[in-house]
């Protein structure tokens, strides 16, 4: 464990905050990426802080090439990448198809799907020589079924667990296992932002919004526990798995809409 180089990206808050925490806590090499450097400040200060060995980097993860120099420099900085943990995503606008626009779907897929490409690729090609590495992807349960109002991030999550399991079947051979955590509600800033999102448009239409206790939603560093064991000797056995963590699953959130 003390050898292992690891990367979070989005390691500035929320779930890829308390993943780097969990990771960093075990030892060997952490390297993070976010895209707001003040947030990336903090998070590495708290993990310098507890004597881990991190090599912060501004990136953003939907561009391409800063995904290649990323990994260029990990490799230089520590010389292999071990375990990836990709955790981005972009909260879109709550909204009706009918009213989408074309850049809120394209942000969606560039954000949140086409990072996990670039980063896994990335990441595929260290790990392969290696013959070995750990790939979780943090997909939500908004990708498990259909929710009014969330089209564009529901696909992307919806694809990540498909793109996960084929990463999985591709890697097996080479001792690459990848897995995919589907979470339901993370207390913090973005499921509050769905929330007060929901409580606009209730007031919009005058139907009285359903109340869910947040106070029940995982926390990012149950999030970090999780991925911790499955990136553990002990998780060798689970591969190519969408693991549905949090309030059953579906509740508290699928209370918010009726079932189709």
């Given amino acids: 464990m003390s050898a292992r180089t690891t990367l979070v990206t989005g390691a500035g808050r929320g779930a890829g905050r308390g993943i780097a925490n969990a ?27 507890t004597g881990a060995n991190v090599l912060p980097m501004l990136c953003d993860v939907s561009d391409e090439e800063q995904i290649d ?49 670039y980063c896994t690729r990335s990441a595929m090609k260290i790990m392969i020589p290696n013959r070995r590495g750990v790939i979780i992807n943090i997909s939500s349960v908004n990708g498990t079924r259909g929710f009014p109002e969330r089209a564009s991030y529901g696909a992307t999550k ?26 339901a509600g993370i207390q913090g800033e973005r499921v509050n932002m769905v929330m007060a999102a929901f409580e606009r448009r209730a007031k919009e239409t005058g139907v009285p919004a359903k109340q869910v206790d947040t106070e029940r939603f995982l926390t990012e560093e149950w999030i970090g526990r999780y991925v911790s064991f499955l990136v553990s000797d ?4 689970i591969n190519g798995q969408a693991l549905v963590i949090g309030e059953g699953g579906r509740s508290p959130l699928q209370a918010l809409f009726p079932d189709i």
């Fill in 234 to 237: 002990e998780g060798r056995h």
């Fill in 158 to 183: 919806a694809a990540i667990i498909n793109f996960t399991q084929t990463t999985a079947m591709e890697g097996r051979q080479y001792g690459i296992r990848a897995n995919v955590l589907v979470p």
């Fill in 69 to 117: 120099q990323m990994f260029a420099k990990v490799v230089r900085e520590f010389g292999t990448v071990d375990i990836l943990v990709n955790t981005v995503a972009w909260i879109d606008p709550a909204g009706p198809i009918v009213d989408m626009p074309a850049d809120v779907w394209h942000m969606s897929v560039k954000t949140n799907l086409d990072s996990v490409f």
């Fill in 23 to 49: 990771l960093a806590a075990e030892g060997g090499n952490i390297a993070i990426c976010d895209l707001d450097p003040d947030r990336l400040a903090k998070a590495t200060e708290t993990l310098r802080e």
